[in-house]
């Protein structure tokens, strides 16, 4: 089955702290994506990729950076942590584009203090 | 771009009864559909999808949702909920191909099912 593996599952750390969030996924998926889910705002897209060495810009990509090392492995990257950073992540896949079904990983969740 | 709407964010039903949650969406061409669910602790898992063809479309666990072009609507049912349906569904709308697809969640509605 198809599966996506984020780590850690729980994170607390201080406003302009450096923070990494790790996704795996053994789906043989192109593309991968990092989402945030905050309440009253659904999942909103934070930047995606679809290959190694690819990034794309999501819709609320301020304060993040992402890289994509090789098929199976992205990551999402806080260098400075504010508190409005604090929010439930997710990380996902898709073999051909969003039009096809997406595979979520369980999120993390980041505090921000 | 696309959008979608999900008006109802909190709705409460009976064990037994019949469940229709609400998804209205805005975009000009043709868009794929998808009913996502969310149980606690967990990520989003895909209930049902429409693409094309039959505007009725099944799902897992006795879901269906229904497409209607004139209305812009993909409204999820259920004939008789159960306990374990309380999660969180997400209404969601993709357009585009490939590279260029873009998915678009609602805010999402929390099904809570009472005794």
């Known amino acids: 089955e198809a599966a996506v593996t984020q780590s850690p599952r729980n994170k607390v750390t201080v406003t302009g702290g450096n923070v990494t969030l790790s996704c795996r996924q053994t789906?043989?998926?192109?593309?991968m994506y990092w989402y945030r889910q905050d309440t009253g705002h659904g999942l909103r897209l934070i930047h995606y990729s679809y290959g190694a060495g690819n990034l794309q810009i999501g819709d609320v990509p301020d304060g993040y950076k992402a890289t994509r090392t090789t098929q199976e492995d992205f990551f999402l990257l806080l260098e400075l942590a504010s508190p409005s950073q604090t929010s439930l992540y997710f990380c996902a896949s898709s073999d051909q584009g969003q039009t096809t079904e997406v595979f979520f990983g369980k999120g993390t969740r980041l505090t921000v203090v | 771009a696309q959008s979608v709407t999900q008006p109802d964010a909190r709705v409460t039903v009976s064990e037994g009864a019949s469940l229709q949650l609400r998804c209205k969406y805005s975009y000009s061409g043709t868009p794929y559909l998808f009913w996502y669910v969310q149980y606690p602790r967990q990520g989003l898992q895909l209930l049902l999808k429409y693409y094309s063809g039959d505007p009725v479309v099944q799902g897992v666990n006795g879901f269906e949702a229904e497409f209607i072009k004139s209305n812009s609507s993909f409204h999820l049912r259920k004939a008789s909920v159960h306990w374990s349906d309380s999660a969180v569904y997400f209404c969601?709308?993709?357009?585009?191909?490939?590279?260029?697809?873009?998915?678009?969640f609602g805010k999402g509605a929390k099904l809570t099912v009472s005794p």
């Open positions: 789906n043989s998926h192109n593309y």
């Open positions: 969601a709308v993709s357009a585009g191909q490939g590279t260029g697809s873009k998915l678009s």
